[in-house]
């Protein structure tokens, strides 16, 4: 056995009798010889042998209680007060160094007095130290050092009585003949006391060390030396080794016929060790089993951790292409933004890799662990019946350990579909290289009610130009809904879409607004209605706009002539279009009526782009795709907010 696996059951030889100890909890005796717990006690040395006078008292002096108070504040590993005490999950106190260091073995540390396997995620560092408990320790030693000099002055008053009492020791134990069982080999003394429920005789000194006044300790049984108590502190039967054929339920080791109805094993449950060999076999089979189901997990799981690793690479992989192809389309400036979206997507991919890496060898890790446990585990299962019961319970316990390690260690698939915030789109950033970024979800768009107009079915909606010049957005949402349709929670959706060319900085067009008209038709004459709209792109969603209310007009309200676009006398061209119209000159002056060309994609619900128009009856729109067909309306309002719409024409351009 390993220094360190000696230690992980006992400090030493002396600590490991004392957190071996299994009290029965019987009821409370008082011992023959009262100085063994006596209020005042005095140790005195005399060659190899260490003698105790007590001073009976009937009732608890403050010696007593001072005493009492010591062995609280002493660490059960070291017996020494304590230093840097922490506290551990069981609620058990330890020294920090080396006491508790020795025990911590990967996230666990046992408690060496109520034998507890505790958990502790953070390492040994995360274990809280027990402030207050080292004030009063601080307190203690000096009240401890003011006691010591009073008790000098009264040392000289005790001499006469220690001598008699030394004297009463020697002969008891000069009728003695049974050594202590925890003493040195070459310097044992006899035994004072043995304790039947620990199977071990003690000389006075080690039974002060070991059998303190206090939980579970006081409840042990302590009887005057005998022979029969020839158990070693593992609990064999050390004299009859040869003979084992029991084994003790209730002490969970081996014993032999002749000890079976000893003190030792007194009522307690026994069965044939070859029925204990069966059922704890069987219990670490299952267990290995277990272990062998969740490495079969652990693998099948590191094979996805690891094709979710490469998948997350390619992904990244495609996502770099995408830059580079867009970034291959502009200009030399792009080169320095290029080497910023490039390295700013490599630090992705290191964090994300990283992440997935230290992820795959914690599960290495795990299952290297693992097959190292169900590789011994089937050695000791080969090996002598008592050594293999020896192992058997913290054998089990580490199977169980691994077995939850394992399933810890499971597939977690990482959020590789969409790299949050890494959307690109140059389209409108071809014109605006030294400003390019990253693209962003669009600004909140807002209605302009200063030229929003309307007719007996149709709402004019007229969208301001986004305030940052760096939006793109691909299509604008319109909700409305009526007072009646808002009393009961209902609303309808107008989605129009946006194209590269209707961008604020794609191409220029002469006389255009650079404003975005929607037109909502199909309404109900003389109507409320609310109106409120969102712009939206890949990377996100805007927020709704502020709610615009507008009001339809009555039959025969509206005082403006409606426009007409004459289609026979209109021109296509490759990339242009000339519209005939004479209602801009049909017109009074003093009517103050405005007219505009509406023109988009034909077949699409696109929002609508704008042309002023002025007194002339031929309208040329530019900027235009070759061999596509276009729909186009004039708009004719006043500053009432009234409108008229025009007939609808359709003219497909020329090929270029």
Same mark, same amino acid.
């Given at each position: 056995?390993?220094?360190?696996?000696?230690?992980?059951?006992?400090?030493?030889?002396?600590?490991?009798?004392?957190?071996?100890?299994?009290?029965?909890?019987?009821?409370?005796?008082?011992?023959?010889?009262?100085?063994?717990?006596?209020?005042?006690?005095?140790?005195?040395?005399?060659?190899?042998?260490?003698?105790?006078?007590?001073?009976?008292?009937?009732?608890?002096?403050?010696?007593?209680?001072?005493?009492?108070?010591?062995?609280?504040?002493?660490?059960?590993?070291?017996?020494?007060?304590?230093?840097?005490?922490?506290?551990?999950?069981?609620?058990?106190?330890?020294?920090?160094?080396?006491?508790? =260091?020795? #025990?911590?073995?990967?996230?666990?540390?046992?408690?060496?007095?109520?034998?507890?396997?505790?958990?502790?995620?953070?390492?040994?560092?995360? #274990?809280?130290?027990?402030? %207050?408990? =080292?004030?009063?320790?601080?307190? &203690?030693?000096? $009240?401890?050092?003011?006691?010591?000099?009073?008790?000098?002055?009264?040392?000289?008053?005790?001499?006469?009585?220690?001598?008699?009492?030394?004297?009463?020791?020697?002969?008891? +134990?000069?009728?003695?003949?049974?050594?202590?069982?925890?003493?040195?080999?070459?310097?044992?003394?006899?035994?004072?006391?043995?304790?039947?429920?620990?199977?071990?005789?003690?000389?006075?000194?080690?039974?002060?060390?070991?059998?303190?006044?206090?939980?579970?300790?006081?409840?042990?049984?302590?009887?005057?030396?005998?022979?029969?108590?020839?158990?070693?502190?593992?609990?064999?039967?050390?004299?009859?080794?040869?003979?084992?054929?029991?084994?003790?339920?209730?002490?969970?080791?081996?014993?032999?016929?002749?000890?079976?109805?000893?003190?030792?094993?007194?009522?307690?449950?026994?069965?044939?060790?070859?029925? %204990?060999?069966?059922?704890?076999?069987?219990?670490?089979?299952?267990?290995?089993?277990?272990?062998?189901?969740?490495? +079969?997990?652990?693998?099948?799981?590191?094979?996805?951790?690891?094709?979710?690793?490469?998948?997350?690479?390619?992904?990244?992989?495609?996502?770099?292409?995408?830059?580079? %192809?867009?970034?291959?389309?502009?200009?030399? +400036?792009?080169?320095?933004?290029?080497?910023?979206?490039?390295?700013?997507?490599?630090?992705? +991919?290191?964090?994300?890799?990283?992440?997935?890496?230290?992820?795959?060898?914690?599960? =290495?890790?795990?299952?290297?662990?693992?097959?190292?446990?169900?590789?011994?585990?089937?050695?000791?299962?080969?090996? $002598?019946?008592?050594?293999?019961?020896?192992?058997?319970?913290?054998?089990?316990?580490?199977?169980?350990?691994?077995?939850?390690?394992?399933?810890?260690?499971?597939?977690?698939?990482?959020?590789?579909?969409?790299?949050?915030?890494?959307?690109?789109?140059?389209?409108?950033?071809?014109?605006?290289?030294?400003?390019?970024?990253?693209?962003?979800?669009? =600004?909140?768009?807002?209605?302009?009610?200063?030229?929003?107009?309307?007719?007996?079915?149709?709402?004019?909606?007229?969208?301001?130009?986004?305030?940052?010049?760096?939006?793109?957005?691909?299509?604008?949402?319109?909700?409305?809904?009526?007072?009646?349709?808002?009393?009961?929670?209902?609303?309808?959706?107008?989605?129009?879409?946006?194209?590269?060319?209707?961008?604020?900085?794609?191409?220029?067009?002469?006389?255009?607004?650079?404003?975005?008209?929607?037109?909502?038709?199909?309404?109900?004459?003389?109507?409320?209605?609310?109106?409120?709209?969102?712009?939206?792109?890949?990377?996100?969603?805007?927020?709704?706009?502020?709610?615009?209310?507008?009001?339809?007009?009555?039959?025969?309200?509206?005082?403006?002539?409606?426009?007409?676009?004459?289609?026979?006398?209109?021109?296509?061209?490759?990339?242009?279009?000339?519209?005939?119209?004479?209602?801009?000159?049909?017109?009074?002056?003093?009517?103050?009526?405005?007219?505009?060309?509406?023109?988009?994609?034909?077949?699409?619900?696109?929002?609508?782009?704008? #042309?002023?128009? &002025?007194?002339?009856? $031929?309208?040329?729109?530019?900027?235009?795709?070759?061999?596509?067909?276009?729909?186009?309306?004039?708009?004719?309002?006043?500053?009432?907010?009234?409108?008229?719409?025009?007939?609808?024409?359709?003219?497909?351009?020329?090929?270029?």
């Amino acid at each position: 056995m390993s220094k360190k696996k000696a230690f992980s059951n006992g400090s030493s030889t002396r600590a490991n009798n004392v957190t071996n100890l299994r009290p029965r909890y019987p009821a409370k005796k008082e011992f023959g010889d009262a100085f063994l717990f006596s209020p005042v006690s005095v140790i005195a040395t005399n060659g190899n042998h260490a003698f105790e006078h007590v001073r009976a008292a009937p009732a608890k002096s403050p010696v007593k209680a001072q005493m009492e108070v010591d062995s609280d504040l002493q660490c059960p590993i070291c017996l020494e007060l304590f230093s840097y005490p922490i506290i551990l999950p069981c609620s058990h106190v330890l020294c920090r160094s080396p006491c508790a =260091e020795h #025990l911590f073995d990967f996230n666990f540390i046992r408690c060496p007095v109520c034998r507890d396997n505790c958990y502790v995620s953070g390492g040994i560092g995360s #274990l809280p130290r027990v402030i %207050a408990l =080292e004030n009063i320790i601080e307190r &203690y030693k000096a $009240d401890r050092t003011s006691r010591e000099n009073t008790n000098d002055r009264n040392k000289s008053a005790d001499s006469s009585f220690l001598d008699a009492s030394l004297s009463s020791q020697s002969d008891v +134990e000069k009728d003695s003949s049974i050594l202590c069982n925890l003493c040195n080999s070459v310097s044992k003394k006899k035994a004072k006391k043995s304790c039947l429920d620990c199977n071990v005789s003690y000389c006075s000194n080690c039974l002060l060390l070991t059998h303190q006044k206090k939980d579970p300790f006081n409840t042990h049984e302590l009887v005057s030396p005998r022979d029969d108590v020839s158990h070693s502190v593992t609990g064999l039967c050390s004299k009859h080794s040869d003979q084992l054929s029991l084994f003790c339920k209730d002490c969970g080791v081996p014993t032999c016929t002749l000890c079976k109805d000893s003190s030792l094993h007194k009522d307690h449950f026994m069965i044939t060790i070859e029925s %204990a060999y069966t059922d704890i076999k069987a219990s670490i089979d299952k267990n290995l089993q277990k272990l062998g189901v969740s490495q +079969e997990k652990v693998t099948s799981s590191l094979q996805h951790q690891r094709d979710n690793l490469k998948e997350m690479q390619q992904k990244i992989d495609r996502k770099r292409s995408e830059i580079n %192809a867009q970034c291959d389309q502009l200009l030399a +400036e792009i080169e320095n933004k290029r080497s910023f979206f490039l390295a700013d997507l490599e630090y992705e +991919e290191r964090i994300r890799q990283n992440e997935q890496e230290e992820l795959i060898k914690v599960m =290495e890790r795990i299952l290297g662990s693992s097959q190292a446990l169900y590789s011994y585990t089937s050695e000791v299962l080969n090996e $002598d019946v008592s050594e293999f019961l020896e192992v058997a319970n913290t054998l089990s316990e580490k199977l169980v350990k691994a077995t939850a390690d394992c399933e810890t260690a499971q597939f977690q698939p990482s959020d590789c579909d969409v790299l949050p915030g890494k959307l690109v789109d140059f389209r409108k950033e071809r014109n605006v290289i030294r400003e390019m970024n990253y693209l962003l979800a669009p =600004e909140t768009p807002s209605i302009d009610v200063t030229r929003c107009s309307r007719s007996e079915d149709t709402v004019v909606l007229v969208l301001s130009p986004p305030r940052n010049l760096h939006d793109v957005i691909d299509q604008y949402e319109i909700h409305y809904c009526s007072e009646e349709q808002k009393s009961l929670e209902i609303e309808d959706t107008l989605i129009v879409k946006n194209v590269p060319e209707d961008r604020l900085l794609g191409k220029i067009v002469p006389n255009c607004s650079g404003v975005v008209v929607v037109l909502v038709e199909n309404l109900c004459k003389s109507t409320t209605y609310y109106f409120c709209v969102s712009a939206s792109n890949q990377s996100g969603r805007s927020a709704n706009s502020e709610v615009v209310q507008c009001t339809t007009l009555l039959p025969g309200e509206s005082v403006i002539p409606a426009p007409v676009i004459v289609e026979s006398l209109c021109r296509p061209f490759a990339t242009s279009v000339q519209i005939y119209s004479s209602s801009p000159q049909d017109v009074a002056a003093e009517q103050h009526i405005s007219h505009f060309l509406l023109y988009r994609p034909r077949g699409q619900s696109r929002a609508w782009k704008t #042309l002023s128009l &002025y007194g002339r009856q $031929d309208h040329r729109v530019f900027g235009l795709i070759a061999s596509t067909d276009y729909e186009f309306v004039i708009l004719g309002c006043n500053q009432r907010g009234e409108c008229q719409v025009s007939n609808r024409v359709v003219i497909h351009t020329e090929q270029s």
